[in-house]
């Protein structure tokens, strides 16, 4: 079975850029959510959807971020425009949620983004 | 503001010895409890979860949970240089939400 999947692995853009990450949850998941990791901050939440709908933007940095879930297997984190302070890996993970309880959230490989 | 905290070490032991990762959470109402495993340049990946008071044995690793100090444990028994890495505790957010707070990371460095 096919975990989660992430494209594309690495991006280098330069500042102002749009950048588009993507991911496939695992089959069956209703719940996608994208994390953020860097050194100084660690593991972040960004954003959360449930049935494809967005639960919980709260990590959301800026405006200049946004995700979007348009079917059951495919989602998207947009930042435009980009700055070096982006710079980081972005994870994808896919989860359910059963009897008032998380169940364990599966990352995808990352991708790791470069703004120079 | 709901915290996980862990100390970011780096926690090192001789091969063969227990590692003993520590844990401490802050939202009371908190249910599922989750050890991640991440490898420098990769993601997490799960190690063990829990869910009730008490211990949860997996072959070398063991989970303790203790609700009443919010607290919870992992340790590794004959630690091996490949279970260096760095551990990553969840916690799940009370309310029901499906949605996890993640501590730092402990660093593990298991040396020959």
């Known amino acids: 079975d096919a975990g989660v999947i992430q494209s594309p692995r690495h991006e280098v853009t330069e500042m102002g850029q749009e950048v588009t990450l993507r991911c496939k949850p695992i089959?069956?998941?209703?719940?996608l959510f994208w994390y953020r990791q860097t050194m100084m901050r660690g593991l972040e939440l960004l954003i959360y959807?449930?049935?494809?709908?967005?639960?919980?933007d709260s990590g959301m940095p800026e405006d200049r971020f946004s995700a979007k879930m348009p079917n059951a297997s495919f989602s998207t984190l947009k930042i435009q425009p980009s700055e070096p302070r982006d710079s980081a890996v972005y994870f994808c993970?896919?989860?359910?949620?059963?009897?008032?309880?998380?169940?364990?959230?599966?990352f995808g490989p990352g991708t790791r983004l470069t703004v120079l | 503001q709901k915290e996980v905290e862990q100390n970011s070490g780096p926690l090192s032991v001789p091969e063969g010895a227990i590692a003993s990762l520590n844990c401490t959470y802050s939202?009371?109402?908190?249910?599922?409890f989750f050890w991640y495993r991440q490898y420098s340049g990769k993601s997490p990946e799960l190690i063990m979860f829990?869910?009730?008071?008490g211990d949860k044995e997996d072959g070398r690793f063991t989970a303790q949970l203790n609700k009443a100090s919010q607290y919870v444990s992992l340790l590794i028994r004959d630690s091996q240089p490949s279970d260096s890495a760095t551990y990553l505790c969840?916690?799940?957010?009370?309310?029901?939400?499906?949605?996890?707070?993640f501590g730092a990371g402990t660093r593990l460095a298991v040396h020959p």
């Open positions: 993970a896919s989860s359910s949620f059963s009897g008032g309880r998380a169940l364990v959230q599966f």
């Open positions: 969840a916690v799940s957010l009370s309310g029901g939400y499906n949605k996890l707070i």
């Open positions: 959807f449930n049935n494809n709908v967005p639960i919980d």
């Open positions: 939202d009371r109402g908190s249910q599922s």
């Open positions: 089959s069956g998941h209703d719940y």
């Open positions: 829990i869910y009730s008071n």
